[in-house]
């Protein structure tokens, strides 16, 4: 099993020492089972059918995505030339082999990823100097490996500016219907809505900053009526538990011309605190360029950010 930076809570030597910086960007990315080219042909050979039943606990792609979803050089050329371009502090990724594959797109950064042994993983890319620390896996969303961790980021911890940040995929499958919907993704997406309500409650009783960032595999904006996702977690109960959705009254905008999608999956959520901090304005996404849509494979995602005014954003923090 590879070894992670996120089994403990492990501190980055780097930039001990230095002055949080005045303001950041932080983008939450989808990679699309992104690994390293060399991984991706050593488990083709075992790759999983379309029928197979989900294994979390197992090391292995789909055959689908062995046959047509590996990346050249220029393929992996063009994503990193997308991060350079979304010049981020601070992503949080979603499906992704861990720093390795990371490394690849990210170049210059560091990284916090979930020690689940399956490919797709979450995590975070942080700019080299920035301090942070990996705290432990929220592995209550997983339900056992089944699904996803979370991934918590503590940025300038133990400091009057300490941020978390939350990096999740959420169960696909349930995007617009109710959670309470007999369809099995949607029950799934349910039993997951506890451990990310007491994350949040978590961060909120100890008067902390925090953000919930990744790809949620729901349209939190167009919910229906009835058990809504967006309803368990936005509750106010501590008081500071009052979130707020960045990408709300935002048009929406397809990564690339070929997409046909009508609304936002990946979001940056802000809890109350954190929200004093939101730019006005700033929340963009950062479109694929048409050439490279067109010719390379990227992701069927593309990064969503937000810039956040450090000194806001942690007023009144502890």
């Known amino acids: 099993m590879k070894k992670y930076v996120a089994v403990s809570l492990l501190l980055s030597i780097a930039g ?5 910086p005045t303001e950041l960007k932080l ?4 990679l699309e089972w992104f690994m390293t080219p060399e991984t991706l042909r050593a488990l083709t050979p075992a790759c999983s059918p379309a029928d197979a039943p989900r294994d979390g606990a197992r090391r292995a792609v789909p055959c689908d995505v062995a046959h047509e979803l590996a990346r050249s050089r220029e393929d992996i050329a063009a994503l990193k030339r997308h991060a350079r371009t979304l010049n981020a502090d601070v992503v949080a990724l979603q499906e992704v082999d861990g720093p390795d594959a990371a490394r690849l797109v990210f170049p210059d950064y560091q990284f916090c990823f979930s020690g689940r042994i399956a490919v797709q993983n979450n995590g ?5 100097g920035l301090p942070f620390v990996c705290a432990p896996d929220i592995a209550d969303l997983s339900m056992n490996d089944d699904v996803r961790r979370g ?3 503590r940025l300038f911890p133990n400091t009057p500016q300490e941020l978390r940040l939350l990096s999740v995929h959420l169960k696909s499958g349930c995007a617009r219907d109710s959670l309470d919907s007999t369809r099995p993704s949607c029950s799934e997406l349910a039993r997951q809505v506890p451990a990310l309500e007491r994350w949040i409650d978590a961060q909120a009783a100890e008067h902390m900053p925090f953000a919930v960032l990744g790809d949620f595999n729901r349209d939190l904006r167009r919910e229906p009526a009835g058990a809504s996702l967006w309803a368990e977690i936005d509750d106010a109960t501590p008081p500071e538990a ?3 959705n960045t990408a709300e009254g935002q048009a929406f905008q397809n990564c690339m011309p070929s997409q046909t999608f009508s609304g936002y999956i990946d979001y940056i959520i802000l809890g109350r605190k954190m929200a004093d901090g939101l730019v006005k304005d700033s929340f963009g996404r950062e479109l694929f360029p048409p050439k490279d849509a067109q010719r390379r494979k990227l992701s069927d995602h593309c990064p969503v950010f937000i810039r956040l005014r450090v000194a806001d954003a942690a007023r009144g923090a502890g």
């Open 16 to 20: 001990l020492g230095q002055a949080a």
């Open 27 to 30: 983008a939450t990315w989808n």
């Open 124 to 128: 975070f890319a942080i700019r080299r």
């Open 151 to 153: 991934v918590e980021l």
């Open 242 to 244: 009052d979130l707020v």
